[in-house]
């Protein structure tokens, strides 16, 4: 593993029953480094983030996180070493208020960095403020959205993974999301990302991993990206 | 209106046993995913350990506050020994195991307390009764049941409400993967929500006993009951068992007077309209 290096997979294999979700693969994010993680639906983006986060389990390969074995434990020690999720379909809790989902997670994280408190979380999403008395269910799909952020940032991570945050959202309610995940991004905190609008991605991240039929094809940063242009298109369906 | 008076009180205490009872089998359903066939069987434990630490302290109270640590230190032993390896096993594994625990149940209560029905006697200080009106009187000890069980539910909605045990409980109800991916360890809340339905269930076994007194089966017609008040209720949900309980110790008080013939359908009728009117229960959630 890298001195840089904040997270490093190798060779992971992970499956859902007798399907083979993903095949040997390698994925590496830095300290601070924004990674997009891009595929066709099916292709394993979802997954690889779940294994990581130790919610399906890996079979073969190792995985590390800030130097340590992170591969075989439970997703409470992943997520107490450093590590926050924003899953797909946001998963808040309904039967909290906006306050207790933030309350909830709240924690310092690793060496007991406490960059991001109630209060910040409120000036980074104003409308969180002004929703805090109400239930998780009764917030917009958006607003839900910021709560999922929100929240994962209460622990502090070092790393945060994103999966599929502006699917299904207003245009002008996903350019929120998207500058908040660049703010967060320049705060320090290292990001992968999973979701379909290429563009923004390119805006965001500094580096691309493409998966297809859960093996990773391309994995480079923008220029070779864009320079690539024909053969991402094609690998995503676009 | 006396006798209604009557079948009030006697709906109100049955309900209130039959919330300790259910809450645990709620709580465990819905935020362990398990059917717990055995929840009846801390009923029943509860009610002959009544027996046994009342003939010990001489009283049903200093039983209770014995009791009660040491049902839920029974219900974190049976959670780590047999039901922590069912969270992930379809529905029919977990009916299996959890029903040979009550013959196993069954088995050391007849071992240890014989087939006869044992009474356990009320407090001396609450065996009077108070006069409601002229001509009504009424058990001070059924009063004084019907508060504690009171006492315990609103202490249990505190706790769900207002403190961090009942967030983690709220949000372990709604999105249990979420919670463990947020940080805390499942394992942990699982045992202590397992434990505090066991000490609960157990409670309420204790409190009865003065009343209806220690008997085998006892669990298993605890258990049909608190079935019927989960599905009213809506699974997982407090809120829903509490009103469920209610309704349905209402109309068993009410039927055994009103309707004799029928009142051992009325609550399964209870059941069938709430399921046709609100198929998820009262306050349950699609």
């Known amino acids: ?238 | 209106m006396s006798l209604i008076l009557v079948q009030i009180l006697n709906g109100l205490q049955y309900g209130l046993l039959l919330f300790l009872a259910a809450s645990g089998l709620t709580l465990v359903f819905g935020i362990l995913g398990v059917i717990n066939l055995a929840h009846g069987s801390f009923y029943m434990i509860g009610a002959y350990m009544a027996l046994t630490l009342t003939s010990y302290t001489g009283d049903i109270f200093l039983a209770l506050a014995a009791g009660i640590p040491l049902a839920f230190l029974i219900g974190m032993a049976i959670e780590w020994l047999f039901v922590r390896h069912l969270y992930k096993r379809d529905h029919l594994q977990q009916v299996l195991l959890t029903f040979a625990l009550i013959l196993v149940f069954n088995e050391a209560q007849q071992s240890i307390w014989g087939n006869y029905p044992k009474s356990i006697p009320m407090p001396s200080y609450l065996s009077s009764s108070i006069s409601l009106t002229p001509e009504l009187g009424y058990s001070v000890y059924r009063l004084a049941l019907m508060a504690i069980c009171v006492g315990l539910a609103l202490l249990m909605m505190f706790v769900i409400q207002k403190t961090r045990v009942g967030r983690l409980i709220r949000a372990a109800e709604s999105n249990p993967e979420m919670v463990e991916a947020l940080g805390f360890d499942s394992r942990v809340l699982f045992r202590v929500v397992f434990a505090a339905g066991a000490a609960l269930a157990a409670a309420a076994g204790m409190l009865a006993a003065p009343v209806e007194s220690a008997y085998p089966g006892i669990g298993e017609r605890v258990l049909i009951i608190s079935f019927v008040v989960v599905v009213i209720g809506g699974i997982g949900s407090i809120r829903g068992a509490f009103l469920g309980s209610l309704l349905i110790g209402l109309a068993d008080a009410f039927g055994k007077v009103f309707v004799p013939k029928f009142s051992s359908v009325l609550i399964y009728a209870l059941m069938a309209l709430v399921l046709v009117l609100r198929p998820n229960g009262l306050f349950g959630r699609s």
């Not at chain 1, 040997?24 to 639906?41: K, P």
């Not at chain 1, 917030?139 to 599929?164: C, F, H, K, Y």
Request: proline share 4%.
């Open chain 1, 1 to 238: 593993m890298s001195a840089n290096s904040l997270l490093e997979a190798r060779a992971i294999d992970a499956f859902y029953g007798a399907s083979h979700v993903l095949r040997g693969v390698d994925f590496r994010v830095g300290r601070g480094e924004t990674v997009s993680l891009l595929g066709r639906n099916g292709m394993g983006k979802t997954t690889l983030l779940r294994t990581l986060m130790g919610l399906v389990p890996a079979r073969g390969g190792e995985i590390r996180f800030d130097g340590d074995d992170i591969k075989g434990r439970r997703p409470s020690a992943v997520a107490r070493a450093g590590v926050g999720f924003v899953p797909e379909g946001r998963g808040i809790f309904p039967n909290l208020s906006v306050e207790e989902n933030l309350i909830f997670a709240e924690r310092e994280g690793p060496g007991g960095r406490r960059d991001w408190t109630r209060e910040a979380i409120y000036q980074l999403f104003p409308r969180l403020l002004e929703r805090r008395a109400n239930w998780g269910n009764q917030l917009s799909g958006g607003e839900q959205q910021m709560l999922t952020i929100g929240r994962a940032l209460m622990s502090n991570p070092t790393l945060l993974m994103v999966d599929e945050a502006t699917e299904g959202l207003a245009p002008m309610v996903r350019e929120d999301i998207w500058r908040t995940l660049r703010l967060i991004a320049e705060r320090g905190v290292a990001i992968v990302v999973v979701d379909k609008n290429l563009d923004d991605l390119k805006k965001l991240c500094r580096r691309h991993v493409i998966l297809v039929k859960g093996e990773v094809v391309f994995d480079g940063p923008t220029g070779e990206l864009a320079a690539r242009d024909d053969f991402v298109r094609s690998q995503l369906g676009l």
